[in-house]
């Protein structure tokens, strides 16, 4: 289920965000969150301060030693996510702690199974790729069809070695906060809400039309 949230531009959909993280998001709720250029965490969760999870996880991550300078952790330390969570006491786990590539995902694995059972309620920030790639699931990967939580594999991308939650890791998660702006979004928001496209492993991101749990798209492109 998907309710498009139309905002006039990037910085007004970090405000729509924040109010709808107000509402699903409490004490007892994972929350997960996406890296990518969609996102502005400062705005979004820091700057306002009152969107206080259980925990924070990352869906995602680009492999390399930790905090590296393409990191979706850096990106996040950056926009003030660490030390938010420090000051509030909320839990908050890392991807790359300097392991090999598999061990990391095993290792990460772990970590969201843990996570998964100690909270009933997960909300997602997720980001749509132009190729309808989100959580770090690239069409006909691994992380597409998976029977695990984490996967490690290598995807055609600037940057190829990535750790990801799967298709089934997101099939546990009780709603979505989807951010998509700019020209270039257009198409993949098409294919999105096309309801004659249903290849999940063609398109990852079809997977928020067919799950039964709420998927909210802030856009400025409808």
Known sequence: MIEIISVKNKEEGQVRAHELLLSLVDGKTLLALSGGTSMDYEKMLVEPGDVIPGAICVVDERYGEP?????????????????????????????????????????????????????????????????????????????AKSPNFVEAEEVEDKFPLRISITLRALGEFSGFVIMMFGEGKREAVKIMLDEDENDMQKYPAIFYRKSKVRSYIVTDIL
């Open 67 to 143: 905090f590296h300078e393409n990191s979706n952790e850096l990106l996040m330390k950056n926009a003030g996510v660490k030390d938010f969570a420090d000051e509030k006491c909320i839990e908050s786990h890392k991807v790359l702690r300097g392991e090999e590539f598999l061990e990391t995902a095993r290792s990460y694995e772990k970590d969201i199974e843990q996570l998964f059972s100690k909270f009933k309620k997960k909300v997602g920030v997720m980001g749509v790729g132009d190729n309808l790639h989100t959580a770090g699931i690239f069409p006909y990967s691994v992380a």
